[in-house]
């Protein structure tokens, strides 16, 4: 089955710099690849996602890019505000047998 | 996004009683739901996929008598814990598929609690 790995557990950052976050899969049929927000005691926020047709996406201050032939993508956050504060998963989904594998998740600080 | 609504929210329950979380669809239908558990600072675990009018599919390790699970329609999805015992005390979450641009959204979760 699919593996996602996901880097750093913890980041802190200074309010206002950039955040990355790195995550790994092994199934080559994945195919969608979505990045979810969790604040404490709530459920996942889909904040971006990218398809596997596609190398970068760009949200205002969020980008996703997405490397196939090395199985990996990353979350970039720029600009930080205290509010991006929370736990980020990312996660691999291959629509062939619904199975959408989540990474072990970021806890990212931003100082203000 | 789309809207995916939980409740109860946090429910508390005396050990062997039986508790229902629901998962509903707001704003579009979704075939397909999943049911998740989260224990304290870890990642998601998938405890069953949901199929409109099919049995649910458990993933391995999960009691299917224990969790039960209904999906009678295409915006309604329910968990019932029964016989609830402590070790079962967790935080629940489901999602749905959205179908058409195939995007899975979360509900904000049940945080179960078993005395």
């Known amino acids: 089955g699919e593996n996602v790995e996901q880097h750093p557990s913890t980041l802190s950052v200074q309010e206002g710099d950039s955040a990355v976050i790195k995550c790994t899969y092994s199934?080559?049929?994945?195919?969608?690849f979505p990045w979810y927000k969790q604040e404490l005691g709530k459920g996942p926020q889909l904040i971006i996602d990218?398809?596997?047709?596609?190398g970068e996406k760009k949200d205002q201050r969020i980008a996703v890019t997405l490397n196939k032939t090395a199985k990996h993508f990353s979350l970039h956050i720029t600009e930080t505000q205290p509010e991006d504060s929370a736990v980020y998963f990312c996660?691999?989904?291959?629509?062939?047998?619904?199975?959408?594998?989540f990474g072990t998740g970021t806890r990212l600080t931003i100082i203000p | 996004g789309a809207v995916v609504s939980q409740h109860p929210s946090r429910v508390i329950c005396k050990s062997g009683t039986s508790v229902k979380i629901e998962c509903r669809s707001l704003d579009f239908q979704a075939t397909t739901m999943f049911w998740y558990r989260q224990f304290p600072k870890q990642s998601l675990m998938l405890m069953a996929t949901s199929n409109e009018g099919s049995k649910a599919t458990y993933e391995q390790g999960v009691e299917k008598d224990k969790f039960l699970i209904n999906h009678a329609s295409l915006t309604l999805s329910t968990l019932t814990v029964t016989s609830a015992h402590p070790e079962d005390s967790s935080f629940y979450i489901c999602s749905a598929i959205q179908g058409g641009n195939e995007k899975l959204f979360f509900g904000s979760g049940t945080q179960l609690s078993v005395l």
């Open positions: 996660a691999a989904w291959n629509f062939g047998n619904e199975k959408l594998t």
């Open positions: 199934d080559s049929a994945s195919n969608y």
């Open positions: 990218i398809r596997s047709n596609v």
